[in-house]
């Protein structure tokens, strides 16, 4: 687990500016990508059923 976590920082560095601006005191917020990715479910699956609802009804 440590080493994919591990990987993926060092594919996606902290730019060095950041490190100045902020006196190297970097927070993460671990969540955040897991809510694009819930966001992105839940707008996929509510269009998803708005097809169903205009089209699949509609032909049968």
Do not use: A, Y
């Not at 591990?6 to 671990?30: A, E, F, M, V």
């Amino acid at each position: 687990m440590k080493k994919r976590l591990g990987k993926k920082t060092r594919l996606r560095p902290i730019p060095h500016w950041i490190q100045l601006r902020t006196n190297s005191t970097i927070r993460c917020n671990t969540k955040h990508r897991h809510w694009c990715h819930l966001k992105l479910g839940f707008l996929c699956k509510t269009v998803r059923f708005f097809f169903w609802l205009v089209f699949d009804r509609s032909i049968r």
